[in-house]
T-cell receptor, first 115, second 116 residues
């Protein structure tokens, strides 16, 4: 069964360093998302991406964050200068349709630890 | 703004017994969907069950069913004949399209432990 894959599963970085989290969505999906979950808190929307551009971003998704789909298969989240509060699980998700009817498929997540 | 509240951080159930996980929500959408996602340890979230708000009949998927009370904005998940493999985090979600795009809004999750 097709699935969303994410790498790395866990990354430890120093504050101020740049991090790139990678995702391979399901191949025929058109809508892509990043969510994050700080330990013990709710899963929060970061950004949605469609037709090679950002559809919507949350207040969390400030200038330190960026997304791109460099080669038509990968979907990356870059955090330019990590802060301690960026420590969280980051989930990539994709959907074939707009979400009022379609199911959202998630990856296993990338755990980011900022020291 | 849409909100989803799960008031039970953790629940336990004996194997083969029934457990109900609670969820309340608030939405300005006139037509909407509600979802329960399951996240086993170190695995991705998978959709368990989906309810369309305009349907009065409660959704059912094998051992999983919902009690959807639209007026009360309540959407609880019932797991019957609990199995060890049901142990996971369960997230309630709805979608938010108020900004013109669609995204899911999640609750904080309920950790379900299944006791042998």
């Amino acid at each position: 069964e097709p699935e969303v894959t994410q790498t790395p599963s866990h990354q430890v970085t120093q504050m101020g360093q740049e991090v790139i989290l990678r995702c391979v969505p399901i191949s025929n999906h058109l809508y892509f998302y990043w969510y994050r979950q700080i330990l013990g808190q709710k899963v929060e929307f970061l950004v949605s991406f469609y037709n090679n551009e950002i559809s919507e971003k949350s207040e969390i998704f400030d200038d330190q964050f960026s997304v791109e789909r460099p080669d038509g298969s990968n979907f990356t989240l870059k955090i330019r200068s990590t802060k301690l509060e960026d420590s969280a699980m980051y989930f990539c998700a994709s959907s074939a349709y707009r979400l009022n009817t379609g199911e959202l498929f998630f990856g296993e997540g990338s755990r980011l630890t900022v020291l | 703004a849409q909100t989803v509240t799960q008031s039970q951080p953790e629940m336990s159930v004996q194997e083969a017994e029934t457990v109900t996980l609670s969820c309340t929500y608030d939405t300005s959408e006139s037509d909407y969907y509600l979802f329960w996602y399951k996240q086993p340890p170190s695995r991705q979230m998978i959709l368990v069950i989906r309810q369309e708000a305009y349907k009065q009949q409660n959704a059912t998927e094998n051992r999983f069913s919902v009690n959807f009370q639209k007026a009360a904005k309540s959407f609880s998940l019932k797991i019957s004949d609990s199995q060890l493999g049901d142990a996971a985090m369960y997230f309630c979600a709805t979608h938010d399209s108020t900004s013109g795009t669609y995204k899911y809004i999640f609750g904080t999750g309920t950790r379900l432990k299944v006791l042998a």
